[in-house]
């Protein structure tokens, strides 16, 4: 009952301030509106009291209303008002004098002023207006660790003449910046503005204002400015220190939060995880630092992770760029394929026997390291596993020319056949035999004889006439 006796009193208050105002007590427009620029997209809205206004103990109060460029509605008790706004355009608005207490009551008659737009020839001023912001650390000032850039592009108006200059100013807050480092179209006209430093907030919720103005020496450059809404230009950085490992089928992906000057609270992320055999696909969105998923060990994986703010520390903005890819498995391709390749080198020669031996060794030896640096070391970067593989192709290629060198040398000096004499062969029975046979032919050719011989070998009986003369 407290609030609503309240209520009722407070309301039979104003009805009775109401009536004790007599009745030709009239309120009396402001005087001396005026609007004029106090910055790159910003107007300052100026009016005085009427000095015919009647005070009376009243407070009085002064609702405003912006019709161009954009229409807003609002009410103040000051006399000046900023507001910000486009100017490109012109700004039109008014004001009257309102009861404060109960605006509903009693209000002047509205009293306009209007900005021209600027002066400019239509189609010279800059088109295409885009601008992006990107955090990086810093370690100028302990109590900004983080710095923003600002980078902004757009393309030369149609009507610009080809010696048409533009000049690019930024405002955030009450600072204001012009451009220093500039690109070029082919006509050598500015299109690009780069502010590798700035005064934005990187975790801020203000507007940021842009004004590019221009000159030439043929026609008046119409300026162009735009206000852009900080989380939906900010360029999130990807993760950083993406890293993968497999253990048999268990696939485990970690990062650190990009570089931001928000926490880690206020980041979510989507992994993307790709077989490059297999056509595997899977993408995921979570808000830890950690993804475990099960895969197939028999094929090679790419990940890369993204990221973004997460609504509850600002509005939905972009998403990062994906992170540089990490491959899982690389290596070990890698060093099987090198050892394939280190295996098939050589020529054929005196020495194909003794090389065997080494390339198996070599071949086993350097399989068994790719399989245990692949599938028990710690997980490593894409960067890690690709140095990995260009160090041990090398130490392959390395290897490689010296049994090219060996063989040279076995050929030529036969070194292979006086360090390693060839095995004597199993001696045969039957040439002992014929030998024999031969032997004796050559003592007596007087006397002739008939000799049946059985020589049995591996279970077959060879039937053998042999003639001797004595």
Same mark, same amino acid.
């Given at each position: 009952?407290?609030?609503?006796?309240?209520?009722?009193?407070?309301?039979?208050?104003?009805?009775?301030?109401?009536?004790?105002?007599?009745?030709?007590?009239?309120?009396? +427009?402001?005087?001396?509106?005026?609007?004029?620029?106090?910055?790159?997209?910003? &107007?300052?809205?100026?009016?005085?009291?009427? +000095?015919?206004?009647?005070?009376?103990?009243?407070?009085?109060?002064?609702?405003?209303?912006?019709?161009?460029?954009?229409?807003?509605?609002?009410?103040?008790?000051?006399?000046?008002?900023?507001?910000?706004?486009?100017?490109?355009?012109?700004?039109?608005?008014?004001?009257?004098?309102?009861?404060?207490?109960?605006?509903?009551?009693?209000? =002047?008659?509205?009293?306009?002023?209007?900005?021209?737009?600027?002066?400019?020839? +239509?189609?010279?001023?800059?088109?295409?207006?885009?601008?992006?912001?990107?955090?990086?650390? %810093?370690?100028?000032? $302990?109590?900004?660790?983080?710095?923003?850039?600002?980078?902004?592009?757009?393309?030369?108006?149609?009507?610009?003449?080809?010696?048409?200059? #533009?000049?690019?100013?930024?405002?955030?807050?009450?600072?204001?910046?012009?451009?220093?480092?500039?690109?070029?179209?082919?006509?050598? $006209?500015?299109?690009?503005?780069?502010?590798?430093?700035?005064?934005?907030?990187?975790?801020?919720?203000? =507007?940021?204002?842009?004004?590019?103005?221009?000159?030439?020496?043929?026609?008046?450059?119409?300026?162009?400015?735009?206000?852009?809404?900080?989380?939906?230009?900010?360029? &999130?950085?990807?993760?950083?220190?993406?890293?993968?490992?497999?253990?048999?089928?268990?696939?485990?992906?970690?990062?650190?939060?990009?570089?931001?000057?928000?926490?880690? @609270?206020?980041?979510?992320?989507?992994?993307?995880? @790709?077989?490059?055999?297999?056509?595997?696909?899977?993408?995921?969105?979570?808000?830890?630092?950690? #993804?475990?998923?099960?895969?197939?060990?028999?094929?090679?994986?790419?990940?890369?992770?993204?990221?973004?703010? %997460?609504?509850?520390?600002?509005?939905?903005?972009?998403? %990062?760029?994906?992170?540089?890819?990490?491959?899982?498995?690389?290596?070990?391709?890698?060093?099987? &394929?090198?050892?394939?390749?280190?295996?098939?080198?050589?020529?054929?020669?005196?020495?194909?026997?003794?090389?065997?031996?080494?390339?198996?060794?070599?071949?086993?030896?350097?399989?068994? #390291?790719?399989?245990?640096?692949?599938?028990?070391? +710690?997980?490593?970067?894409?960067?890690?596993?690709?140095? %990995?593989?260009?160090?041990?192709?090398?130490?392959?290629?390395?290897?490689?020319?010296?049994?090219?060198?060996?063989?040279?040398?076995?050929?030529?000096? @036969?070194?292979?056949?006086?360090?390693?004499?060839?095995?004597?062969?199993?001696?045969?029975?039957?040439?002992?035999?014929?030998?024999?046979?031969? #032997?004796?032919?050559?003592?007596?050719?007087?006397?002739? =004889?008939?000799?049946?011989?059985?020589?049995?070998?591996?279970?077959?009986?060879?039937?053998?006439?042999?003639?001797?003369?004595?």
């Amino acid at each position: 009952m407290a609030p609503t006796s309240l209520l009722i009193l407070l309301g039979a208050t104003m009805i009775l301030r109401a009536d004790l105002l007599p009745e030709k007590f009239l309120l009396l +427009p402001p005087v001396n509106f005026t609007i004029k620029v106090a910055g790159v997209a910003e &107007v300052l809205l100026h009016w005085e009291p009427n +000095p015919d206004q009647q005070q009376r103990n009243i407070k009085l109060g002064y609702h405003v209303k912006i019709s161009a460029p954009e229409e807003d509605d609002y009410e103040t008790k000051n006399t000046d008002s900023k507001r910000v706004i486009v100017l490109h355009r012109g700004v039109s608005a008014s004001v009257r004098t309102i009861l404060w207490e109960d605006p509903s009551l009693r209000a =002047s008659s509205w009293v306009s002023a209007e900005l021209r737009p600027p002066a400019g020839s +239509p189609g010279t001023s800059a088109v295409n207006l885009t601008c992006t912001t990107n955090t990086t650390a %810093s370690n100028q000032s $302990r109590s900004r660790p983080y710095q923003v850039s600002l980078h902004c592009s757009w393309l030369a108006g149609q009507e610009a003449p080809e010696d048409t200059q #533009y000049v690019l100013y930024y405002r955030y807050g009450a600072h204001t910046e012009e451009c220093q480092e500039y690109s070029q179209d082919t006509l050598r $006209r500015n299109t690009a503005c780069w502010f590798p430093r700035t005064v934005i907030d990187g975790k801020g919720r203000d =507007s940021l204002a842009v004004r590019v103005s221009g000159r030439s020496r043929h026609a008046a450059i119409k300026p162009y400015e735009q206000l852009f809404d900080l989380h939906a230009i900010d360029r &999130v950085n990807p993760p950083g220190n993406v890293t993968a490992g497999i253990e048999g089928t268990h696939l485990s992906i970690q990062w650190e939060k990009p570089v931001s000057a928000f926490p880690v @609270h206020c980041f979510e992320y989507e992994v993307k995880i @790709h077989g490059t055999r297999n056509g595997y696909l899977q993408r995921e969105k979570m808000t830890t630092s950690e #993804y475990n998923s099960t895969v197939s060990d028999t094929s090679k994986y790419c990940v890369e992770v993204r990221a973004a703010v %997460s609504s509850g520390c600002r509005q939905n903005g972009l998403w %990062s760029a994906w992170s540089p890819p990490v491959y899982v498995g690389e290596s070990l391709a890698c060093f099987r &394929v090198a050892a394939l390749v280190l295996v098939q080198a050589g020529h054929p020669g005196k020495c194909a026997r003794s090389r065997v031996g080494v390339e198996m060794l070599v071949h086993a030896t350097l399989v068994q #390291y790719a399989d245990e640096s692949v599938f028990t070391a +710690p997980k490593r970067s894409g960067r890690d596993e690709q140095k %990995s593989c260009a160090e041990w192709i090398l130490l392959l290629l390395m290897a490689t020319v010296c049994l090219f060198v060996l063989s040279l040398t076995c050929r030529t000096c @036969h070194v292979w056949t006086k360090l390693f004499p060839p095995i004597p062969a199993p001696k045969s029975n039957i040439q002992d035999l014929i030998a024999t046979i031969n #032997y004796e032919k050559t003592i007596s050719v007087e006397t002739e =004889s008939e000799v049946i011989s059985y020589v049995e070998e591996q279970g077959l009986m060879v039937l053998e006439d042999v003639v001797f003369y004595r």
